[in-house]
């Protein structure tokens, strides 16, 4: 209980009421914004999933694959080494795997086979990532397209009583509208990082592809014993 000194005396005043709002409050408050926000984290939410538990698949280390290759390829078995490919659902596999298959051409074909057959296993690894890119960039500026919508509204009702209006309602309007924009930085926030996590584990797992194929093609040179 909050006391006023007056002339007259103390007045008792009401103590401001807590005010707890649930998550379905906000998305109710937020309106058409926050139903497209939601929907871009839903699918930034999948991709990002979707990506990385491939990623985490195939994310082995090839040394033990490789030597295996060099192995059965040393012995003049590529028979042994064709089915250790096969063996193996891996982009390292996939891609040495197509350089055996030509075998008996010229190395530069061989080279360029295996270099075709990685960029499809790239073009695979970064499937829908640049979406993840795309929610990450949009949310923030869906969400403030919801407050400046958000805002007009308010003026509006501003505009429509006349100037009578307490700063409480003139708060309500404004706290409403400024929901959109929050929500959309917490959407775009994690996203970014989330994009930016897949891009470098994209990177890296390039690298080792790239040494895999070296490896391959160093066997290939070596002089006949």
Not at 22 to 45: C, E, H, K, Q, S
Not at 72 to 100: N, W, Y
Not at 196 to 212: C, D, K
Request: proline share 4%.
């Amino acid at each position: 209980m909050l006391w006023l000194q007056t002339p007259a005396g103390e007045v008792a005043l009401d103590s401001p009421q807590k005010v707890e709002l649930t998550l379905l409050d906000f998305i109710r408050m937020g309106g058409w914004a926050m139903v497209i926000l939601i929907v871009m984290a839903a699918i930034g939410l999948y991709i990002f999933l979707e990506r990385y538990l491939l990623l985490a698949k195939y994310d082995k280390d090839p040394t033990n694959f490789i030597e295996q290759i060099k192995s059965a390829l040393r012995q003049g078995d590529v028979h042994k080494a064709e089915a250790i490919c096969a063996a193996q659902s891996t982009p390292f596999a996939r891609m040495i795997g197509k350089g055996i298959s030509r075998l008996g051409s010229p190395l530069p074909d061989i080279s360029a086979a295996i270099q075709n057959q990685g960029n499809i296993e790239l073009l695979q690894l970064e499937k829908n990532i640049s979406y993840l890119a795309t929610v990450a960039a949009l949310a923030p500026m869906v969400g403030f397209l919801g407050t400046v919508t958000g805002l007009i509204q308010a003026f509006m009702k501003i505009a429509h009583l006349q100037g009578n209006v307490n700063p409480a309602i003139l708060a309500d309007g404004i706290y409403e509208a400024m929901i959109t924009t929050a929500a959309g930085l917490i959407i775009a926030i994690p996203m970014n990082f989330a994009y930016n996590l897949l891009v470098n584990r994209i990177q890296s797992f390039i690298l080792r592809m790239e040494a895999t194929s070296t490896a391959f093609l160093d066997v290939l040179q070596e002089p006949i014993r």
